[in-house]
T-cell receptor, first 114, second 113 residues
Framework: EAAVTQSPRNKVAVTGGKVTLSCNQTNNHNNMYWYRQDTGHGLRLIHY???????EKGDIPDGYKASRPSQENFSLILELATPSQTSVYFC?????????????FGEGSRLIVV | QQKVQQSPESLSVPEGGMASFNCTSS?????YFWWYRQHSGEGPKALM?????GDKKEGRFTAHLNKASLHVSLHIRDSQPSDSALYFCAARAQTGFASALTFGSGTKVIVLP
């Protein structure tokens, strides 16, 4: 099964501070994604990437940047963290070969902004 | 309005019983559906996919898809305590967003011993 690893698993940040969430996948998947999970909203897509060097906006990109320096790594960056960004963030990867491909998720990064 | 809506929000089922819950899409571009399961403290894991009209069975789990109404359901037979989890319906269009999935808000299933 695909392996997706996130770090840190837990983070407390101050309002206005910079936060970087990292994701690594070892299955050579082309596509990677960042979602956030909030009660009542399910998982919502923030940014995604087709491959190294590419980043695209998802459904809720405001306040977030993304970076894909290599096939394996995909980072989510909060330049100026706000309390509304308190959430659980999930990274996922997928083969991207067609509509039938399954996404594989990491274990999540819990972020609290105080 | 969310493009993928799930019901109910939560349900309880006795051990050994049948759990059933639903998902409806309001976007006709969504033609591919998944069920994901998330145990507390973990990431979501794909349970099963369904792309064609009718039933698809995998072990104790049966998914049903009606493409005309964009309605998907999941039925868990002989529910076990390990089935207690948050179940997400997810959908995908043929194109766009690098095959990203759009998720519903989830159904919490509690299996009572």
């Amino acid at each position: 099964e695909a392996a997706v690893t996130q770090s840190p698993r837990n983070k407390v940040a101050v309002t206005g501070g910079k936060v970087t969430l990292s994701c690594n996948q070892t299955n050579n998947h082309n596509n990677m994604y960042w979602y956030r999970q909030d009660t009542g909203h399910g998982l919502r897509l923030i940014h995604y990437s087709y491959g190294a060097g590419s980043t695209e906006k998802g459904d809720i990109p405001d306040g977030y940047k993304a970076s894909r320096p290599s096939q394996e790594n995909f980072s989510l960056i909060l330049e100026l963290a706000t309390p509304s960004q308190t959430s659980v963030y999930f990274c996922a990867s997928g083969g991207g070969g067609g509509a039938g491909n399954t996404l594989y998720f990491g274990e999540g990064s819990r972020l609290i902004v105080v | 309005q969310q493009k993928v809506q799930q019901s109910p929000e939560s349900l309880s089922v006795p051990e050994g019983g049948m759990a059933s819950f639903n998902c409806t899409s309001s976007d006709r571009n969504f033609q591919y559906f998944w069920w994901y399961r998330q145990h507390s403290g973990e990431g979501p894991k794909a349970l099963m996919s369904i792309f064609s009209d009718g039933d698809k069975k995998e072990g104790r789990f049966t998914a049903h898809l009606n493409k005309a109404s964009l309605h998907v359901s999941l039925h868990i037979r002989d529910s076990q305590p390990s089935d207690s989890a948050l179940y997400f319906c997810a959908a995908r269009a043929q194109t766009g967003f690098a095959s990203a999935l759009t998720f519903g808000s989830g159904t919490k299933v509690i299996v009572l011993p």
